[in-house]
């Protein structure tokens, strides 16, 4: 079973740039499909960003289409989510999944979550 951890997170002015990196466990991992969730106080975990296992696929909930690019550098066992242009409705806790079946983008699709890392923007 892989095992995830998220990092990258922090505090930053409305306009600003953050990227954020998730480092998985296990043997397996080129061959996971993977996505970014975020998960805001009092509000339900969201979609963000998926990515097939080859890199060669991605896509996009609407609210970052254009900001936000999700990359996997397979030979590192990584996943990354490039964040530009943040707006205070970015602030969440952001984590990282893997695909359990289907392509949806439902929180119940994915798997092995990891611990999350905050992302505070600022106005």
């Known amino acids: 079973q892989v095992q995830l951890a998220e990092s990258g997170g922090g505090l930053v002015q409305a306009g600003g740039s953050l990227r954020l990196s998730c480092a998985a466990s296990?043997?397996?991992?080129?061959?996971?499909?993977m996505a970014w969730f975020r998960q805001a106080p009092g509000k339900e975990r969201e979609f963000v960003a998926a990515i097939d296992w080859s890199g060669s696929s991605t896509n996009y909930a609407d609210s970052v289409k254009g900001r936000f690019t999700i990359s996997r550098d397979n030979a590192k066992n990584t996943v990354s989510l490039q964040m530009n242009s943040l707006k205070p409705e970015d602030t969440a806790v952001y984590f990282c999944a893997v695909r359990l079946r289907g392509v949806g983008v439902r929180p119940s699709d994915f798997g092995s979550w990891g611990q999350g890392t905050q992302v505070t923007v600022s106005s």
């Open positions: 296990g043997r397996f991992f080129s061959s996971y499909n």
